[in-house]
């Protein structure tokens, strides 16, 4: 008999147990990358290629406060905007369910292929969004979730407007990190809902990097002291104060994390030391036939090892594939379009996974080097 096979054998004793400590590795190791990967996602959302010249323009109070139409005339005469359109959140639910499914917002269609570059779609839907009141377009994901097709007719109850409003989908986008919105023109949400001259925000285009930062100052600074004054910030800036309304995520996932991995070593570490107990005695012969405490040593991590790695192997593996070829959209009822598990988040389970394996082992280890052969041969098998 080999080393390794010896290792082997040990660690598969006791198959039961072998079993359910390998799948309590694997289910605690997947549900630490599924909080990585979902805070990963909240904290660092998706950027396209045009993020970092797009611009948010929104109330100062708050972003539920509306701002006055008449502010697109200035912003647009500041010098290195290339583009703006508004975009009024509508709030609308589709089918009569009980909470949104897909965001719908209202905007100049003509602007949309300079705001938005990176929606791509047939040039018949650019020049029907352009001239058809009732116009709109809808991202991919949402089309497919819905079974939804151009030249479809929807109604949207709004949630904000005292309207219900009914739209044809005149082309579905895609190309974008998020293809689930829904688009519409800003003139047929005037008509509709009896409220014209006020939109929900600003979203314009900057004409280059450099030119960002005096954009945003100047913008600022025009509607100073104004009974509606604006707060603008980059996309990538607007997202994480977005986000940062819902609380603190990172520290609410981080102790579930810390949770997670110590009751995993609290678990490991007494199925080692119950698997070594049950084995004192033939530990106790390999001494008495010349085998050093850093080899029984070695062997116990070994063995610690093995378990671990299967472990990490099911739990990181499993969560790597099922996030990368499973629908997240689906399984997610939609919160999130897309969760990608990085080298990063693979190596952090890895590495909880191996600090397992050797800090379980550490007491078994010791209990070991402390008994005597006459102690060890006492012991029952």
Not at 21 to 46: M, W
Not at 188 to 194: H, M, N, P, R, T
Not at 244 to 256: A, E, P, Q, Y
């Amino acid at each position: 008999m080999t080393i390794p096979s010896f290792i082997l054998k040990n660690a598969l004793r006791n198959k039961r147990r072998a079993t359910l400590s390998v799948l309590s590795v694997a289910v605690s190791l997947f549900l630490l990358v599924t909080l990585l990967v979902a805070l990963r996602e909240l904290t660092l959302p998706a950027e396209d290629a045009g993020a970092e010249l797009r611009v948010a323009v929104r109330n100062k109070i708050s972003i539920a406060n509306l701002l006055p139409a008449r502010q697109r005339a200035t912003i647009a005469r500041i010098p290195g905007v290339a583009a703006v359109t508004p975009f009024t959140w509508f709030g609308g639910k589709y089918k009569n369910e009980e909470s949104m499914t897909f965001a719908q917002f209202a905007m100049d269609p003509k602007e949309l292929r300079t705001v938005f570059g990176e929606a791509k779609m047939s040039e018949e839907s650019y020049t029907a969004f352009e001239a058809e009141r009732t116009a709109c377009v809808i991202g991919k994901m949402s089309a497919e979730k819905f079974k939804l097709q151009v030249g479809d007719k929807i109604a949207l109850e709004s949630t904000v407007y005292p309207v219900t409003m009914e739209f044809k989908i005149v082309g579905i986008y895609s190309g974008t990190p998020d293809d689930r919105n829904m688009l519409f023109r800003q003139d047929y949400l005037d008509e509709a809902s009896g409220i014209p001259g006020q939109v929900g925000m600003w979203w314009l285009k900057v004409k280059s990097a450099e030119e960002m930062p005096r954009v945003l100052e100047a913008i600022n600074q025009a509607f100073e002291n104004t009974s509606a004054e604006v707060r603008a910030e980059t996309e990538r800036a607007f997202q994480l104060g977005f986000i940062s309304m819902w609380g603190n995520i990172k520290l609410l996932v981080t102790l579930i994390s810390s949770a997670v991995v110590f009751t995993l070593l609290l678990v490991t570490a007494s199925t080692m030391s119950m698997a070594i107990r049950e084995r004192f005695r033939e530990l106790a012969i390999l001494k008495a036939i010349g085998f050093r405490r850093r080899e029984l040593f070695a062997f116990i991590l070994a063995e610690s090892f093995v378990l671990a790695a299967t472990g990490a192997l099911v739990g990181v593996g499993g969560a790597w594939a099922l996030f990368t070829y499973g629908n997240i959209s689906t399984l997610t009822n939609g919160l999130f379009p897309m969760f990608e598990v990085t080298p990063k988040i693979i190596g952090i389970g890895c590495l909880v996974a191996a600090m397992l394996g050797i800090v379980a082992s550490i007491m078994p280890s010791l209990a070991v080097a402390r008994m005597s052969v006459v102690e060890g041969l006492k012991s029952l098998d």
